[in-house]
C-alpha cells in the first residue's frame, strides 16, 4: 500500500505552526471591527462633518454655494497655486537631500551606528513645530547670524532683508522641518536591497547610473511613495509656517481655511476650501502610487 506524503507528514503543515497562524488569523479579525469603531467617531465622523457643512445652503442659495464662492473669487485657486509651488520646491529640495542620506545611511554606515544616526533624525522631528518655525528667526533674520556670516567675510555690505519673510525662507523651514519623514521611509525601503545584489551589479560592471537606474531605484520608489504620502499633503495644507516666515506671495491653502474660520467666520467656504484639499490629496496619493507602480514594476 503506497503511503501518500500527507500521511507520511511529509509536506503537511505541523499541529502549532498550524494553531499559531489561525490564531493570529482570529485576532486580526476581531482587531479589524475594533478599528473600525475607534475611526468612525475620530476620523469619518469629523470628515462627513466636513462634507456636510461645506454643501449647506445659506440664504437660500444651492448646496453648491460655498463651492462657487471659494472658486468663483479666484483668490483660492491663486492660493492653490502657490501651495503646489511652495509644496513641489520643498519636497524636491527635501529629496534631493534625504535620499543620499538614506542611501549613505544604508550602505556606507556601518550597522551599529545606523540605529544611532536614525534616532537623531526622529529626535529632530519631534521638535515643536513652534520651537523650529522661531528658531530659524535667529538664522535668517536681519541681525541673524547668516547675514552676519556673509557681511563678516565681505560678500554683502548690508543685512539681505530677503532671507526671512519670503518664499525662500517657506521653503527653507518646511525642509529643515520635514525632512527625518523623508528620510526614514525611503531607508527603510532600501533595507530590502540586498548588499551582495549591489555588489553582483558592480562585478558585472554596471555603472553607478545603471546600477541605481535598474536597482537601487526600483526598489527604494515605495519608500519615495511613502515620504510623499507623509510629507507632500501636510506640507500642501501647512498655515503656520508661511503665517510666521513667509509673506503675502508664499500663503497656502491653510492660510485660506483659517482666514475664513477665524477672521471671516465663514465656516461653509473654509469647509469647502477643505473638501477641495481634501479631494486633491487624495488623487495626489493615487497618482503617486500609480507612478510607483511603474517605477518599481509591481
Known amino acids: 500500500m503506497a503511503v501518500t506524503p500527507v500521511a507520511a507528514g511529509v509536506g503537511a503543515p505541523t499541529g502549532p505552526g498550524r494553531v499559531g497562524r489561525s490564531r493570529v488569523q482570529r485576532t486580526a479579525v476581531w482587531m479589524l471591527p475594533l478599528s473600525l469603531l475607534m475611526l468612525l467617531p475620530f476620523f469619518y465622523a469629523p470628515l462627513v462633518g466636513l462634507l456636510a457643512r461645506s454643501v449647506r445652503p445659506e440664504d437660500g442659495g444651492s448646496v453648491w454655494s460655498a463651492y462657487d464662492k471659494v472658486l468663483g473669487t479666484g483668490h483660492l485657486l491663486g492660493t492653490v497655486r502657490q501651495s503646489f509651488e511652495i509644496a513641489g520646491l520643498s519636497f524636491g529640495l527635501m529629496l534631493l537631500l534625504g535620499y543620499p542620506l538614506a542611501y549613505l545611511i544604508r550602505f556606507r554606515v556601518r550597522p551599529h551606528m545606523r540605529l544611532p544616526l536614525l534616532m537623531l533624525l526622529v529626535l529632530a522631528g ?123 506671495s508664499s500663503l ?17 467656504s473654509a469647509s469647502a476650501a477643505a473638501s477641495l484639499l481634501l479631494v486633491v490629496s487624495m488623487v495626489l496619493v493615487g497618482g503617486a502610487q500609480w507612478v510607483t507602480r511603474r517605477v518599481s514594476g509591481t
Not at 521638535?127 to 560678500?155: C, E, F, Q
Not at 497656502?252 to 461653509?268: A, E, I, P
Open 126 to 248: 519631534s521638535i515643536s513645530d513652534i520651537v523650529r518655525i522661531y528658531s530659524w528667526y535667529a538664522l535668517l533674520g536681519t541681525h541673524g547670524i547668516v547675514n552676519k556670516t556673509l557681511m563678516g567675510i565681505g560678500l554683502t555690505s548690508e543685512p539681505i532683508h530677503g532671507l526671512l519673510f519670503s518664499r525662500f525662507a517657506v521653503v527653507i523651514v518646511l525642509t529643515a522641518g520635514w525632512l527625518p519623514y523623508v528620510v526614514i521611509p525611503i531607508y527603510s525601503a532600501m533595507r530590502s536591497i540586498d548588499a551582495s545584489l549591489v555588489e553582483a551589479s558592480r562585478d558585472l560592471y554596471a555603472g553607478r547610473f545603471a546600477l541605481f537606474r535598474s536597482v537601487v531605484l526600483p526598489m527604494s520608489a515605495p519608500g519615495i511613495l511613502g515620504a510623499f504620502i507623509i510629507v507632500f499633503v501636510p506640507v500642501l495644507s501647512d498655515f503656520a509656517t508661511p503665517a510666521l516666515v513667509g509673506g503675502p
Open 252 to 268: 497656502m491653502v491653510g492660510n485660506f481655511v483659517s482666514d475664513q474660520l477665524l477672521q471671516v467666520g465663514d465656516w461653509s
